[in-house]
């Protein structure tokens, strides 16, 4: 018996051993060509269309092309599929297409293709996520090989935008053949790296697409392969990038990220996202009609306690960290029309306590909060709020379900995000919360009105104008508290060369390694 | 033995009827589907259709009854996240948790029979109360904690171990201990008063009486008898460890279909939530069969019952 | 999970350690048991290791200055005494929003010792209710209940619990509902089977002949049989209860920030994790004393109170 334990012991001390130091981890990086990065949320499907992740957004830059593109520094839209644009009048664009740019599968893009992906994602029929990119497009017509025409349902001023930040340009012959479903696991399209393994919700293999072409604004590709992972947990990712295991991960958390700079093979690039925190009030009393008994937040000074009581600089500076800034205008500073001229509420507790005791609760309130996501910043507010006695509980749901009871009236107060998608205009944050949609907790008419104008507008400067006097009002009724803006730490092997942009949308084609 | 079998069956059956009926219920009653289908930016009217396309809007039990027939032709549904059929992405997935859940009960075997035995030939000594110190510290320890003290230690300290997925086998070295310890107490408490009873009985001082070797008496006579229970134990606490996985996974990053759980919970993909439920309660109780059938096939005196 | 150690399932054998058949006899039971667990190492333990908890949550004002609500942003971070810049003004260090760290810990016992007890709670009388009817009955009802509790024992209960409190929103009422629901089993399985114990006694027998409400036999002759093993159950659930609990909010479905919940603190901690493991290794620690403390308070308990030759 003794021997049978020991040849079984010998045994299992052998498989460990070859286990643990045969089968050791792949390495990461620059020795294979490989860019080994690790993203926290999965994809539902790689189809542009059909998916409202960050993620998506960064993969279909990599793997499609749009019309258009914007140049991240300058803000400028360049023609990217398109060779030139122009406006022909206020409800038609005119789009000349580049000759000879390929597909992944060796076919030419050529009009019917850009006919038919901007109409299938125009026509709500095919129930397409991303609708409000493309639902103002009229219709995409013809005009030859390579050229054709978008008519506009009406003035849009945003078009350009959102013909360089959504709407890819996909292959008709194999899209229209296998439909969204199968195209969603294997993607084709013009972009710099074609895909060439999905194990979905798991991982992605991204390789060098040899025949981009080759007068692309986006430049070439120049790192052979990209693994992109799947890993919901930070500090796993934190663990893997210090282990090697990965080369590139993002919204690390400044105390990580400070601490991974220290490092020596560890480079870290704080960049500003476009995301912003604001706290959302039920000004309008929705909440009672719903069912609730009483609503603090229907009074102005309630609203502006709020403003008052949160330490916004104090969250940016420790909690958020790197280049985040306290906001008091509801918008991203550097989207068109994000007025900075609005009220400050700057930190000022005794005020606060000072004016909800003019508002009638010289003991504060009790009331709920609820929130998504960041549930250590949620907890900073609740702990500021506390401080001028409100009492706040804090709920943390899911963002659907969270959504849900917004949506039913049972919400009065809620620590939200919104990354306008990366879109540099207001009406990709202000004119989404208060042009009385379900989520509208103010439903002001004058701010509405006003939005409305700015969005249907053509000329800049009136647009302009509309958004000024709408944020100053929605600020000036404390509304919203905004916040702050996100932050998003880039941490990456020293091997990398890499630059991230404020826009959130990492350009992997343009890295290289050192 | 035909009889109980059958009898057993039929048990086993409406287990998994009342269980697929409550996980269904209690799922839907808790939220509502149509909202997280329709995703970020939906307005009313689209949630609208996107409930009475998905049928959410009709009676939970016409629903249910709708689900578990086509359950039963093994159509488990499709998840509206990310539009696949649901037994397409639990086959994908199911292989990582069997591996580890089969590894984990392995792991705790291989710590327990030994530490059982010698426990057991030696009760009351210090090497009793180290085996009863290890099974203590396990079931009082979270696994999920234990867990990431590996991953600092082992992954990320010394760098023996990799921290996630499930690429190699090294990979599942860690969750596989994480999850088994928890199992270990349960495995040697058993061992150790099986063998300490059998030891006792007449046959093994007759088999001593009769000069022979130590070791053979306890692997042949002693072991033999005392293991029956555990084999029995051992398909139950599969079933356990597979309803586990989903910490375990989590923490290290595998996509097992606890994982696949977790995640789809923090969507609302309900169907896969359902399903996943489902095939982890109709696991739990086929192993229980088996090890009911085992151990009756092995102790006719239970049969009668 | 590991309770089908003690009882591998209701159509399985009775666990060996369990005095299956033997009449259950206390000559003179107080003394008996006192003087068992005055020589039962692990219930000494395990009843020191709960005291001393169950004092920290009474006395939680009286052990630290701190409020462990109190953030203070500025001063985050701060590292445990043990570690060199580490200082006695926060013996435990704070957490990321600047929290004293003892202070989240000691109050925290109070949620862990809430959420155990009132799970318990909730599952015993669920489970009481069950095993004594299906022990007192027999017969269908006895079939009944023994089909119900497989069910139970099928629905994996860390899935079923996540998916249940992330579906209605986490608190701490909706986790110890959930839970409580959930872990009734063991109490149902053994008081099955004590119930028909002691529904073979005599006086049982001479209480029905008396013509005594069911009832009042249920509940005021053959219950108080039942205290002893009500008590070595319910320790070791609340033990479970507390794990479950720790094991939710570490995924974030359970008891909700800013409660100092011991799980909710090492998923808080879990984050910094790999540059400050103090934040998880400490309330990590406190867990495992605690359930560890009720467990040999659980198994010591058994022992002690266990019939004659069993100890």
Not at chain 1, 2 to 28: D, E, H, N, S, Y
Not at chain 1, 407 to 422: C, P
Not at chain 2, 148 to 169: A, D
Not at chain 3, 67 to 82: A, D, I, K
Request: proline share 6%; glycine share 8%; aromatic share 10%.
């Amino acid at each position: 018996m003794r021997k049978g334990w020991r040849k079984v012991l010998m045994g299992v001390v052998a498989t460990v051993i070859t286990v643990v130091f045969v089968a050791a981890p792949v390495q990461a990086g620059k020795k294979d060509d490989t860019l080994n990065i690790a993203f926290t949320k999965e994809l539902e499907t790689l189809d542009r269309y059909f998916n409202t992740a960050r993620e998506g957004i960064v993969f279909a830059r990599h793997v499609f092309d749009n019309l258009l593109w914007r140049d991240p520094k300058t803000f400028e839209y360049k023609p990217l599929l398109a060779k030139s644009y122009r406006w022909v009048d206020n409800l038609t664009l005119e789009v000349t297409l580049r000759k000879g740019v390929k597909f992944h599968d060796g076919t030419e893009m050529t009009a019917d293709d850009v006919v038919y992906t901007l109409n299938f994602a125009a026509n709500p029929a095919n129930k397409v996520k991303t609708q409000r990119y493309s639902n103002w497009i009229k219709k995409v017509v013809k005009e030859g090989p390579y050229k054709v025409k978008i008519l506009l349902k009406t003035p849009f001023p945003a078009a350009l935008e959102f013909l360089s930040g959504a709407n890819p340009i996909y292959p008709k012959h194999y899209y229209a053949k296998v439909g969204p479903k199968k195209f969603g696991l294997k993607p084709i399209g013009t972009g710099p790296y074609k895909v060439a393994e999905v194990e979905p919700g798991k991982r992605i293999v991204l390789v060098k697409n040899p025949d981009y072409f080759k007068d692309s604004p986006k430049g070439q590709p120049h790192i052979g392969k990209i693994v992109w992972r799947t890993l919901p947990e930070k500090n796993t990712q934190v663990a893997e990038l210090m282990t090697g295991g990965l080369d590139w991960i993002w919204m690390v958390p400044p105390d990580q990220a400070k601490k991974l700079a220290a490092m020596p093979n560890i480079k870290v690039i704080a960049a500003e996202t476009m995301r912003i925190g604001y706290l959302t009030m039920d000004a309008a009393g929705v909440t009672l009609k719903h069912g609730m008994k009483n609503d603090p937040f229907t009074k102005l000074k309630v609203r502006q306690a709020v403003n008052y009581a949160v330490n916004r600089e104090a969250i940016a500076k420790n909690l958020v960290g790197g280049q985040s800034k306290p906001v008091y205008s509801a918008c991203f500073p550097s989207q068109f029309g994000c007025t900075q001229d609005v009220v400050k509420y700057e930190y000022n507790p005794a005020k606060a306590r000072k004016l909800l005791a003019e508002a009638g609760y010289p003991d504060g309130f009790t009331t709920t909060l609820y929130g998504y996501r960041n549930r250590d910043f949620a907890a900073a507010i609740v702990g500021d709020l506390a401080a001028v006695g409100i009492k706040a509980k804090l709920v943390m749901m899911k963002y659907s379900a969270l959504r849900e009871k917004l949506r039913g009236g049972k919400v009065q107060f809620a620590f939200l995000t919104w990354g306008s998608y990366s879109i540099n205009d207001v009406s990709a944050i202000t004119s989404n919360f208060f042009e009385f949609q379900e989520d509208d907790l103010a439903r002001d008419p004058v701010v509405r009105d006003l939005l409305l104008k700015g969005d249907t507008s053509i000329d800049p400067k009136v647009r302009k104008e509309a958004y000024r006097k709408a944020l100053q009002r929605i600020a000036a009724q404390a509304y919203w508290a905004p916040l702050f803006t996100y932050v998003s730490n880039n941490c990456f092997t020293k091997d990398l060369d890499f630059t991230p942009y404020p826009d959130a949308v990492p350009r992997f084609y343009q890295a290289r390694w050192k | 033995m035909l009889q109980y079998t059958l009898k057993r069956l039929v048990v086993t059956f409406f287990v998994i009827l009342v269980v697929s009926l409550v996980s269904f219920m209690l799922i839907r009653v808790s939220g509502d589907p149509a909202i997280a289908l329709a995703g970020e930016g939906a307005t009313q009217q689209e949630i609208e259709y996107v409930r009475h396309h998905y049928g959410f809007d009709r009676p939970l039990i016409i629903q249910y009854v709708d689900w578990a027939k086509k359950a039963l032709q093994g159509d488990l549904g499709e998840s509206p996240y990310f539009n696949e059929p649901v037994l397409k992405m639990i086959r994908e997935r199911i292989g990582v948790t069997m591996t580890l859940g089969v590894s984990a009960l392995l792991f705790a075997l291989f710590v327990s029979i030994p530490l059982g035995v010698l426990a057991s030939i030696r009760p009351n000594t210090w090497i009793d109360r180290v085996a009863l110190t290890i099974s203590v510290m396990g079931q009082a320890m979270p696994s999920f904690w234990f867990g990431l003290i590996m991953i600092i230690f082992f992954g990320v300290t010394l760098r023996w171990l990799p921290i996630s997925g499930s690429g190699s086998p090294a990979h599942y070295v860690m969750p596989t201990i994480a999850l088994g310890y928890y199992a270990t107490p349960a495995f040697m408490r058993l061992i150790r008063s099986g063998m300490l009873e059998v030891l006792s009985s007449d046959h093994i001082r007759t088999a001593r009486a009769k000069g022979l070797r130590w070791g053979k008496i306890l692997y042949k006579h002693a072991l033999r008898n005392a293991i029956i229970p555990v084999v029995a134990l051992a398909a139950v606490q599969l079933g356990f460890m597979l309803g586990g996985s989903i910490v375990i996974e989590s923490v290290f990053a595998l996509h097992g279909i606890g994982y696949l759980a977790w995640v789809s919970i923090g969507r609302s993909d309900l169907p896969v939530v359902q399903a996943i439920i489902l095939l982890l309660s109709m696991i739990y109780v086929v192993l229980t069969f088996l090890g009911d059938l085992l151990n009756a096939f092995l102790d006719p005196r239970i049969r009668v019952r | 999970m590991s309770d089908a150690a003690t009882h591998p399932g209701p159509n399985g054998a009775v666990a060996p350690d369990e005095g299956l058949g033997r009449q259950v006899v206390f000559p003179t039971p107080g003394q008996v048991m006192r003087m068992r667990m005055r020589h039962h190492k692990g219930f000494i333990f395990g009843a020191v290791f709960v005291l001393a908890i169950f004092l920290m949550a009474v006395f939680a004002p009286m052990l630290t200055s701190y409020n462990p609500y109190t953030q203070h942003l500025s001063h985050r971070l701060v590292p445990p005494v043990w570690d060199a810049k580490g200082t006695w003004k926060h013996p435990l260090g704070t957490d990321n929003l600047g929290r004293d760290y003892l202070s989240r810990l000691v109050y925290g016992s109070r949620v862990s010792l809430l959420i155990g007890f009132s799970c318990m709670l909730i599952a015993m009388v669920i489970g009481t209710l069950l095993g004594m009817s299906a022990g007192y009955f027999g017969g269908k009802v006895d079939m009944l209940v023994g089909f119900i509790i497989t069910v139970r024992l099928a629905l994996p209960a860390v899935l079923v619990a996540v998916a249940v409190v992330a579906l209605i929103g986490g608190s701490m009422q909706v986790v110890i509902l959930v839970l409580g629901c959930l872990i009734w089993d063991r109490f149902a399985v053994v008081l099955r089977t004590s119930t028909q114990q002691v529904c073979s006694m005599d006086y049982v027998d001479a209480a029905r002949a008396a013509g005594c409400s069911t009832l009042r036999i249920m509940f005021r002759e053959i219950l108080p049989n039942l205290f002893n093993n009500l008590m070595v159950i319910a320790t070791l659930e609340i033990g479970r209860a507390i794990l479950l609990e720790a094991a939710l909010s570490f995924l974030g479905m359970g008891v909700q920030p800013p409660t100092p919940s011991w799980g909710l603190m090492i998923s808080e901690g879990k984050e910094y994790m790999l540059f400050q493991p103090y934040l998880i290794t400490v309330p990590g620690v406190a867990l495992f004393i605690l359930v560890l403390g009720m467990n040999l308070l659980g198994d010591g308990l058994r022992d002690v109170t266990a019939p004659e030759g069993q100890a």
